[in-house]
């Protein structure tokens, strides 16, 4: 795996900080569908409701793939699991 790096000097030319980056970069993967909801939201540092408000008030759709459907079923299985 490779990681990215973003010299501060683009950051500052953008005029943005490194997590509205990486929040920018979660939001165009999730829409080219590149990414699930849960991988994105957590590429943008967010819990998955955060980053689904993030998405609406940009006006882009929610959609769910099956890939989606599987992350939202294994974390209510880790809530059940972790309840007990």
């Known amino acids: ?13 953008a005029r943005m900080s490194a997590l509205e980056l990486r929040r920018d970069v979660a939001s165009m993967l999730y829409r080219r569908e590149r990414l699930t909801l849960a991988q994105a ?9 955060q980053f689904q408000h993030v998405l609406a008030s940009q006006g882009h759709a929610i959609h769910f793939s099956e ?12 809530l059940l699991s972790d309840a007990t």
Do not use: N
Request: no cysteine; charged share 40%; aromatic share 0%.
């Open 1 to 13: 795996m490779t990681d990215l790096v973003i010299p501060g000097a683009v950051l500052e030319s």
């Open 67 to 78: 890939r989606d459907v599987d992350d939202e079923a294994d974390a209510a299985r880790d």
């Open 41 to 49: 939201a957590r590429l943008a540092e967010m819990d998955r409701m």
